[in-house]
């Protein structure tokens, strides 16, 4: 392994070359720099990722002219870029993004990555990333790693040869983290109703924010928990401080939290370091349903933009305007499903922040359906939880209906009986 500045380091990449960078937590910032300064150099650089952190200057001008991002997932700071002509969205389950670098669909020619220093015998970490990344680096033709002594080390697949590194640049810079926010009221009765569903020695998936923070809130008197999930944050932590969280009951990796990526604060870099008790494995093994379901009452808790009367889930458009990604609701909302005694959960609180409805007749025009209503089981907002399994469509739209801002229930029910002639 060669260590060389960074400009060096990213004079691997070529004009017409297909980049991929590391995302969440460990997104090798230095290097994307250090390559968007050459962009009056090269031309037709694809930039492949999913969600990242970071300014991401090569989908501003003028370096846009140079790169073209090509994204599985829209996150805030890339999310005009994949919207516009300088960016495009490739709409696929996590579970399946594997598969476009190694069916050679879309073949990568360098992979950007942040890594552990090497231990003694050469191996370094992919830290709390494992993701896509692990079938990037065994794909690319170039590895070129930035190399961060703050990274974790962390247990599982998430490994890579010095050997394979084509060239690297040392640093010593924090992780990217998220500090836990406090939960608004709403959030709060969303978390105390979904809460409610969830049984002792069932195995739970939740991602961040302020609604599954809660959830794990209300945990507190329950027993034999575990995970399997697609990422996990700081909410985790106290439960298992307090030997709720113990994976005793899994048939997966029994006593394993089996993650895929983590993104929170320092605290909980800190306790992933090192840790046996956290398993990090690639997205093609975390959200396979086929292993997902083997768990006990997998409880799977996501959220929504919209839910029309039937019960689709919208959960990554505005209309047309692409806004997050697929990801991998639908793996864990099958898993689940399928698993004994599981729950699939939608939870979203019954209005936007300018008080429309996210309940609705028909989604907006132009909308993608992630979660189809054949797949839907439970959905809660904070006025409760309806079940729309085995459910007919009347019986979903009142349902649905019950559970909106009573603010909106009635134009909801006019337009039930007058539109859709679903209920009387």
Same mark, same amino acid.
């Given at each position: 392994?060669?260590?060389?500045?960074?400009?060096?380091?990213?004079? %691997?990449?070529?004009?017409?070359?297909?980049?991929?960078?590391?995302?969440?937590?460990?997104?090798?910032?230095?290097?994307?720099?250090?390559?968007?300064?050459?962009?009056?150099?090269?031309?037709?650089?694809?930039?492949?990722?999913?969600?990242?952190?970071?300014?991401?200057?090569?989908?501003?001008?003028?370096?846009?002219?140079?790169?073209?991002?090509?994204?599985?997932?829209?996150?805030?700071?890339?999310?005009?870029?994949?919207?516009?002509?300088?960016?495009?969205?490739?709409?696929?389950?996590?579970?399946?993004?594997?598969?476009?670098?190694?069916?050679?669909?879309?073949?990568?020619?360098?992979?950007?990555?942040?890594?552990?220093?090497?231990?003694?015998?050469?191996?370094?970490?992919?830290?709390?990333?494992?993701?896509?990344?692990?079938?990037?680096?065994?794909?690319?033709?170039?590895?070129?790693?930035?190399?961060?002594?703050?990274?974790?080390?962390? %247990?599982?697949?998430?490994?890579?040869?010095?050997?394979?590194?084509?060239?690297?640049?040392?640093?010593?810079?924090?992780?990217?983290?998220?500090?836990?926010?406090?939960?608004?009221?709403?959030?709060?009765?969303?978390?105390?109703?979904?809460?409610?569903?969830?049984?002792?020695?069932?195995?739970?998936?939740?991602?961040?924010?302020?609604?599954?923070?809660?959830?794990?809130?209300?945990?507190?008197? %329950?027993?034999?928990?575990?995970?399997?999930?697609?990422?996990?944050?700081?909410?985790?932590?106290?439960?298992?401080?307090?030997?709720?969280?113990?994976?005793?009951?899994?048939?997966?990796?029994?006593?394993?939290?089996?993650?895929?990526?983590?993104?929170?604060?320092?605290?909980?870099?800190?306790?992933?370091?090192?840790?046996?008790?956290?398993?990090?494995?690639?997205?093609?093994?975390?959200?396979?349903?086929?292993?997902?379901?083997?768990?006990?009452?997998?409880?799977?808790?996501?959220?929504?933009?919209?839910?029309?009367?039937?019960?689709?889930?919208?959960?990554?458009?505005?209309?047309?305007?692409?806004?997050?990604?697929?990801?991998?609701?639908?793996?864990?909302?099958?898993?689940?499903?399928?698993?004994?005694?599981?729950?699939?959960?939608?939870?979203?609180?019954?209005?936007?922040?300018?008080?429309?409805?996210?309940?609705?007749?028909?989604?907006?025009?132009?909308?993608?359906?992630?979660?189809?209503?054949?797949?839907? %089981?439970?959905?809660?907002?904070?006025?409760?939880?309806?079940?729309?399994?085995?459910?007919?469509?009347?019986?979903?739209?009142?349902?649905?209906?019950?559970?909106?801002?009573?603010?909106?229930?009635?134009?909801?029910?006019?337009?039930?009986?007058?539109?859709?002639?679903?209920?009387?």
């Amino acid at each position: 392994m060669k260590i060389v500045s960074a400009a060096e380091a990213v004079s %691997h990449v070529n004009s017409g070359n297909r980049v991929f960078f590391q995302g969440a937590a460990m997104t090798p910032n230095i290097l994307i720099e250090a390559l968007v300064d050459r962009h009056t150099e090269l031309k037709n650089v694809e930039i492949f990722h999913i969600h990242t952190e970071g300014p991401a200057r090569y989908t501003q001008p003028p370096y846009r002219e140079s790169f073209c991002l090509n994204s599985c997932f829209a996150a805030g700071n890339v999310r005009d870029a994949i919207n516009s002509v300088y960016g495009a969205y490739i709409p696929i389950f996590l579970s399946e993004i594997h598969l476009l670098f190694r069916k050679n669909i879309l073949p990568l020619d360098v992979a950007f990555i942040q890594v552990s220093p090497p231990d003694k015998h050469g191996f370094c970490s992919l830290g709390v990333s494992v993701d896509i990344t692990l079938p990037a680096i065994q794909t690319a033709k170039k590895v070129i790693a930035q190399i961060n002594p703050q990274v974790p080390r962390t %247990h599982g697949d998430g490994i890579i040869h010095v050997s394979r590194i084509t060239a690297a640049v040392e640093r010593n810079n924090p992780l990217h983290s998220h500090e836990p926010a406090e939960a608004s009221e709403i959030e709060k009765q969303i978390g105390k109703n979904v809460a409610e569903l969830i049984e002792d020695g069932a195995t739970l998936q939740m991602g961040i924010g302020g609604i599954p923070n809660v959830v794990l809130n209300n945990l507190m008197n %329950h027993k034999r928990l575990g995970i399997h999930t697609e990422m996990f944050s700081d909410g985790v932590l106290p439960l298992i401080e307090k030997g709720i969280i113990t994976g005793e009951e899994k048939e997966v990796k029994t006593g394993k939290i089996v993650t895929c990526f983590a993104l929170g604060s320092q605290k909980l870099y800190d306790f992933i370091d090192d840790n046996p008790m956290i398993h990090f494995k690639e997205a093609a093994y975390t959200n396979d349903t086929a292993i997902i379901r083997k768990n006990p009452k997998v409880t799977a808790i996501n959220s929504a933009i919209e839910i029309d009367l039937t019960g689709q889930v919208c959960a990554d458009t505005i209309g047309t305007y692409q806004y997050s990604g697929v990801g991998g609701q639908m793996d864990f909302i099958r898993g689940a499903s399928l698993s004994e005694g599981g729950k699939a959960i939608i939870a979203m609180p019954s209005i936007t922040s300018k008080g429309f409805s996210k309940i609705v007749p028909n989604l907006k025009e132009g909308a993608g359906v992630t979660t189809t209503r054949a797949h839907v %089981h439970y959905i809660a907002t904070e006025y409760g939880v309806v079940n729309l399994y085995g459910k007919n469509l009347k019986q979903r739209a009142r349902a649905l209906i019950s559970i909106a801002h009573p603010n909106h229930r009635e134009a909801l029910e006019e337009e039930a009986w007058h539109r859709m002639n679903k209920i009387r």
